[in-house]
């Protein structure tokens, strides 16, 4: 008797097509950034490359399920308030947030500085978890705060293990100058984010807030990727050039840490 074929499932046209819509769907929801927050329709089919009416029929399906909103006075897009309730849901749950805290309490305690926890969404470093020493006030970052990646130290941190073309788009966006001390110009910026690739560690100058300097190491995933890192804050009469350089080992110790717990392998040298 011939053995049995193992069963292969056929995918049905109709399978295909839903695939597809979701595909579509998904390309108009990436359309939408932190510079792109409010598209017409045509820009969004510009952007997504799909013809107009099926961007408007995706769009009006979107916006049925409340992922995009559209403004009644000029007819724009934008995301739906559903997107952020699911993200906040995915942020409460994710590894990263419930493997590094017990690092960052330590870290914090070790340094007497403010912790945070950043993760990178693309374009914008996002702070999704801190610990203070004590009751100790700080004018760092707050949770959930979207900053900018290239004049912070989370984000530098997280910005220079980024692929070129991604570093080449947040330079393409543009470098504003938040103090005298921002790196405001793509060579200083790329030259920058070498010596952090070098070194292993980022240092934020008073380059986003003016009195407040911090120094930040990469966080990597199972599969190697730099997709968090992990700062110490604090002021910058505290936060002194011989403070920073004796932090740093243990703020890459610490990130290197959480990057096993959360199964990242390093190979050997």
Known sequence: MPASKPSQRVVSNEDKSRIQSIS?????????SSVNRRLQLAQVAALSGL??????????????????????RSGSYGLGIRLFELGSIALANMDILREAKPFMDRLSKLAGESCHLGVFNGFEVIVVEREEPGDRSSRGLRPSENSPVYCTGVGKALLAFQRPEVIEQVIAIGL???????????????????RVRERGYAIDNEEHQIWVRCVAAPIRNASGHVFAS?????????????????????VVQTAAAISRQIGHEPTAA
């Open 24 to 32: 579509k769907m998904m390309g108009i929801l990436e359309c939408f």
């Open 51 to 72: 013809p107009r009416p099926t961007a408007h029929r995706m769009l009006a399906a979107l916006k049925e399920i409340g992922f995009i909103e559209q403004e009644v």
């Open 176 to 194: 504003k100058a938040y103090t005298p001390t921002t790196l405001c110009t793509a060579q200083a910026l790329r030259s920058e984010l070498a």
């Open 230 to 250: 992990i700062s110490v804050t604090g002021s910058a009469d505290r936060m002194t050039d011989a403070k920073i350089d004796s932090l740093a080992p243990l």
